[in-house]
Structure formats: C-alpha cells, structure tokens
C-alpha cells in the first residue's frame, strides 16, 4: 500500500519561507501550551505574523486556496446558505457564491476534512462547494460578527484576542488561597463572585468583564483551591469550568451547606457561559415534561376522550425549534399555547362561542392577575390579520401567535387522537395555505407543512422500531389498547394465556410487554411473579400493567419484580401513550445506533426490521453515496430488488419483471427480509431507469404503506 506523503508541518513551512524565527517558534508553542488554541493563532495573536502570511502558508500546508476573511464584508444572502447553527458547531462560514457557476466559497480550519465535505453538500444541495483555509482567529471573529451579530471592531477585528492582564508569566490573577488584592476583589461579601479555572486568558477575560459590571472576582484555578476559600467568606456566585481539578462535587455540597442561595454554575467556554443556552434548554426540557405530564393527568381525570393540550404544546414546541427560536422565547410561545389550550375548556368552548371571543376573556383574566405581558399579548394576537403587515420587523408577540395559530388549526383539521398520515397532512396544508398571507405568516406556515411532512416520514422510517406483546384474558380490551400501540408504530402480538404467551415471547423477543389482567391488581401481581419465574425478564425489557383501579400500597411489590409502571387505563389511554412514546424513542435511538451506515469498504448489512427501506434511501441520500443495494425479501429470500444510487439519488431498480420507479414501491412494502449495502463505482452504474426525485418516491412509499395498512385494520 503506497502511504501518503506526510505533510509539512506549519512551523517548518514558516521557516523555510523566512516569515519567523526558531525563538518565535519556541514562545509560540510555549504559549499554546499553555493557553489552549492553534499554534497560528498564538502567531496571530502576538504579532509575529499577519493574517495574510499566516494563510498563505496554511494554503501551502493544505495544499488548497485561503482567504484572508478580516478583509471581506459577507452579504446576508450568501450567509443564509449555510444555517447559522452549523456555521457555529463546525467553524466555517461561507464568503462567496459564483452564480454562473453554482459554486459556493466558504472557509474554514480543515478543507481536508470529508465528513464535513458531507455535511455542507447536505444542506447546500446542488450547489458545487469549494472549501478555503482561513486563520482560527479571523475565522471565530466572523462568524461571531456575521452570524451571532457580535461588535469585532475592537483590537483590529480580532474580537477574540483576550486582554492579557495576567502577568509575562501567564498566571492567573490569583493561585490557589492567596488573599485577593484590591484590583481582584472589587466589592466584598455578596457582590463577589469565585471563577474556579484553569484557563489564563478566559480567566482574565471573565475577570475583566465582572469588574465592568460592578462585581468583585476571585480567581483560583482548582476546585481543592476554591474549598480553602468559601469557608472564610460568601460570594454571590460561583462559575466553575468543567476542565478543572480537584475535588468539585465536595465544593459543591460545602457551598450548598454553607451559602444554600449562592449560585453555581459550570461552562465549558466563555461564550457558554454569557450565551445560557445550555440553561435554558434544561429548564424548557422540564417545563414541557410538567406541562405535558399535568395535562395528561388532567385528561385522566376528567375522562377526555383525547389529551389536546399536551398535542397542542407537543407541535409548538416542534414548529418553534424548527423555526430555531431560542430557548427563552420557546418557554413563553409553549406556554401561550397551553393557557389558549386550557382556557377552552375553562370556557366550555362550543360552537357559539367565536375563537376570538375566547381569546378576549382569556386575555382579560390574565391581565386581572398581573400575568406576563408577553404572553397575554401572544394570545391577544391570535387569528389576527397579518396581510402585507411585519415585512421589515416581526415582534415576538405576532410570531408567536402565529405558530399557535397554526397549530390550533392543524388540531381542529385533524384527529389529534389519530396518527398523522398523508392525507391529513394534505388537509392541514389546504386549510393553512388558505390562511397564509392573511391570518398566516407565509414562513410560520411553509414551515409548519415541512415539519408535518419530515415527521410522517420519520413515522414511516421508523416504524419497525418496536414489537409489543399484550397478555390478557378480556379480548374486548384489546381495541383501543392495540391502536394505541399501532399509532405509536409497534407492531402488536397479543396471546390470551401464560403457555400461548410464553411461546410468543420466546419466538419474538419483544421489546416492550403490556399485561392487562382481568382481575384486581393483587392478581396482576401474582402473574407477573409466574411470568418472571418463567424467564420474562421484566429487568430487561420495559414491563407495564394496565389496570382499571390501582392503589399505592400495592405498587411496591410490582415494582420489585421490575415492572417500569402500572398504568391505570378507562377510556382515555393518554398516559399510556405517552410512555409509548418514551419506549419507542428510546427503541429508535438504540435501532440507528446500530443501525449507523457509513460510506461502505466492503459491504454492509442489515434487518428490514431494524432499517427499512425508506430509511436506507433517507440515509444514502444524507451521505450522498454511490452504491448498490440489493435486498432479498424474507422468508423464502426468492424475490430480490436490485437498486443503484448515484450520489444518494436513486437511478435504477429491478424487482423480478419490475423495473424501475414500480419495482421500488413493491420492495416498500415488504416487512421483512435483509438488505447489502456495497460500494458502487461510477463506471459501473446501469442505464437509468429511475427519473422521479426522491422526495416524490419516498412519499409515494409512505402512502403504499398507509394503503396496506388501512387494509389490514380493516380485514
């Protein structure tokens, strides 16, 4: 095997070029040692070499083109072709677009580097794409200018050369206990706040930052360091960067016994810590638990046929993550769009009662009990006219009452009970396309339809994820239990005795079991002992009891045998559903995990049971690989698809006498069987037979499977 020539590194393309000098070098390096970064950038950072230099030779060490961003002023169109959270998490901005040529420029650290090749081509499809080495330095200064609108005019454009207020040495402020002088503690007591880390230049900045706004800082650089201290006085906050030595968890609980009402947070970089991201996406994640947990109490409680408001939250959250709402903004949409959900039935809503009545007294008995303005005014604005109105600027408060707008429409167009199938996606698309421009947003309602329709198609990929084996003695319970089950997209097995559902359960290792006793619980008790000493392993697959009355003192010793939950069930089977929903992610997760295809060596293979096809051909076409998949349809394995994809796109198939785009929607609708995935060069693709887009052939798929489906639950 011919190895490939190793490259030069960055110093000795430097040296050769007579740009720096050995002693340079050894500062440099002495320096990024220390302090973290890229050797250039410690260059860049310290004067020894400008921008431009510092390209020119990392073009030279990638064998590629650079750009010198400090320079350039990127318009907003060419930035909106990369969406600004990959441009974050992957460290590239695009700078350039060459129309005639449908080439887009975009810089970055690594135009080496595939699997982010892969990852542009994704979201900039059909656009050639030409990467450019640019400076760690210039690259971190625009994309905090351009994508998360940062002031860089200070220090030469270089917004993240830190202040270097630490001494020739490098140190921190402070190490270890020392006793904080004036220019370190600012205030005493409660307005000084304890930064516990162990980067030199962050510290400074933090430090600098802090001071600007009036607050004292003591600086150490280890959790054992901070112990020494907090016990002589009290901060008002301490920060702690997840890199750091020492003891934490100890100083955490010695905090908590001696200050309980000093805030502690950890970062692992200063723009985490100023941006809170991170917070507010745990707090949103357990409002929506509660939220969603207190309405299908609720639901139970009351007897509702159906729980809407948990629908109702569930898809505003999905539309404002799909529109990228912060987090902050996210909390105050959801919870709108609880309080209109709830207010219905506060107001015992019928046919009489008009929406924007509703909307009136809701808001009216909010203000009277001081509530956020923001969210009175979010549902004040509901079903408001929008033509031709907000195309400069789009406060909050119209956003977010469009998004549960658009929802509450989606929820009186469809059964929320019900699965989302394509046909109900094409009715909620007429009934928002007729409100779009006047009561919609166009972009609030592009964007809901495109999430239905990637949600159905995720539905239909993942629908093989999960089997569920029901034990019961009262088939007439069986209905509802079983189409809540299929909703969810397990596939059902149900047995009416110990010795039938044994024999099932050995056959078909379940994923998940569901025993719905016809007796008390006392008796759901004595069958789940039975089940276990006969080898049902509760601990290893997710158990549940469903009953019609269950007290809390007998729960214990159900959930000694490891049943997950016992779940009382009459009409309303929400919370079954919900935990459904839990199971089946949590099943999905662990199949593509397993189930992770890469750009194929030799050959890759796999279930129809575990990846469908719809999901081979979503998954080749995100990598956008060439290859050949053959799959062989279980049990016999005589019929066989042969199916070629050119850069992720489908272009021919052969099923028996079948060929083409019919040979693929045949294979669609096999449960069963295994497929090979093999690496296919180009001169060796066949004639095309293939000319539909992938996204007409995958939802034509879907409504085959929907077809079948609707079949089986009818026969």
């Known amino acids: 095997m011919i190895k490939k020539a190793s490259r030069l590194r960055l110093d ?26 890229k050797f250039g950038s410690q260059l860049l950072l310290h004067g020894y070499i400008d921008e431009a230099g510092l390209v020119k030779a990392l073009a030279t060490q990638f064998n590629c083109d650079g750009v010198v961003l400090s320079k350039l002023d990127i318009p907003e169109i060419i930035l909106k072709f990369i969406p600004r959270r990959l441009a974050i998490a992957r460290k590239i901005i695009p700078f350039d677009y060459d129309l005639e040529n449908n080439v887009l420029k975009i810089a970055c650290e690594d135009p080496n580097d595939k699997s982010l090749l892969n990852e542009i081509n994704f979201v900039a499809r059909g656009k050639e794409i030409r990467l450019y080495v640019a400076a760690e330095l210039a690259l971190n200064t625009a994309i905090a200018k351009f994508y998360m609108g940062r002031d860089t005019s200070k220090n030469g454009g270089l917004l993240l050369e830190l202040p270097r207020e630490t001494g020739e040495t490098g140190k921190l402020p402070i190490s270890g206990a020392e006793k904080p002088n004036e220019a370190t503690a600012g205030k005493p007591g409660d307005e000084t706040i304890l930064v516990v880390i162990d980067d030199a230049d962050e510290g ?22 901070a112990l020494e201290i907090v016990g002589s006085r009290r901060f008002h906050s301490v920060i702690i960067k997840d890199t750091v030595s020492g003891d934490y968890l100890s100083l955490i609980d010695r905090l908590r016994k001696l200050s309980p009402g000093t805030t502690v947070r950890y970062f692992n970089s200063v723009s985490s810590l100023l941006l809170l991201d991170e917070v507010y996406g745990y707090e949103a994640g357990l409002l929506y638990q509660d939220l969603e947990l207190f309405t299908s ?72 009990l001081d509530y956020s303005p923001v969210v009175v005014a979010i549902l004040q604005c509901l079903y408001t006219d929008v033509s031709d109105k907000y195309t400069e600027r789009l406060p909050i408060e119209i956003l977010g009452a469009n998004i549960v707008t658009a929802v509450d429409v989606f929820c009186d167009t469809v059964a929320t009970e019900q699965r989302l199938s394509l046909d109900k996606l094409d009715a909620t698309r007429k009934k928002l396309q007729e409100m779009s421009g006047s009561q919609l947003l166009p972009e609030v309602t592009d964007a809901f339809i495109a999430m239905l329709k990637d949600e159905i198609l995720r539905f239909h990929t993942d629908q093989n994820a999960g089997q569920a084996m029901i034990l019961t003695d009262n088939p007439d319970r069986l209905a509802g239990i ?10 059902v097995i149900a047995a009416a005795g110990i ?18 006793p016809g007796g008390n619980l006392p008796q759901a008790l004595e069958l789940s002992k039975s089940l276990a000493d006969r080898g049902v392993a509760f601990e290893k697959i997710p158990g549940f009891i469903l009953t019609e009355q269950a007290e809390p003192s007998q729960l214990t010793s159900i959930f000694d045998l490891a049943i997950e939950d016992v779940i009382t069930v009459d009409r309303n089977l929400d ?141």
């Open 12 to 37: 000795e393309i430097l040296v050769k070029e007579g740009i720096i000098s050995q002693e340079q070098i050894k500062e440099a390096l002495s320096r990024q040692k220390e302090r973290g970064g």
């Open 204 to 225: 400074a900045a933090i430090h600098n930052l802090l001071n600007r706004d009036g607050y004292g800082v003591v600086i150490v650089d280890s959790a054992d360091d």
């Open 297 to 368: 109490l609720l639901a139970a409680r009351y007897d509702l046929a159906e729980n809407r408001a948990a629908t109702v939250g569930l898809y505003t959250d999905k539309l404002c993550q799909r529109l990228e709402i912060p987090h902050k903004d996210r909390l105050t949409i959801v919870n709108a769009a609880y309080i209109h959900e709830l207010a219905r039935h506060y107001y015992r809503i019928g046919d009489s009662l008009e929406r924007r009545q509703i909307v009136g007294l809701t808001g009216k008995l909010l203000e009277s």
């Open 482 to 491: 079983e189409a809540c089950l299929k909703n969810e997209g397990f596939r």
């Open 499 to 516: 010795d039938e559902f044994l024999e099932l359960y050995e056959r078909s290792q379940p994923d998940v079991i569901l025993l719905v």
């Open 575 to 715: 919370l079954l559903m919900v935990k459904m929903r839990r199971v089946r992610e949590r099943l999905v997760a662990r199949a593509r995990e397993a189930a992770g295809l890469k750009a194929p060596e030799g050959e890759e293979t796999g279930d129809l049971r575990n990846l469908g096809l719809i999901d081979l051909l979503r998954k080749m076409s995100e990598n956008r690989q060439t290859v050949k998949i053959t799959i062989a349809e279980s049990p016999d394995a005589r019929k066989q698809l042969l199916l070629c994809l050119h850069e992720g796109n489908p272009v021919f198939a052969r099923l028996d006498t079948s060929a083409g785009v019919e040979a693929l929607y045949q294979a669609a609708l096999w449960e069963s069987g295994n497929w090979t995935v093999e690496a296919l060069p180009e001169k060796d693709l066949p004639d095309t037979n293939i000319h539909d887009s992938l996204d007409d052939i995958i939802v034509r798929c879907c409504r085959l499977v929907d077809a079948r489906r609707a079949e089986q639950e009818q026969s």
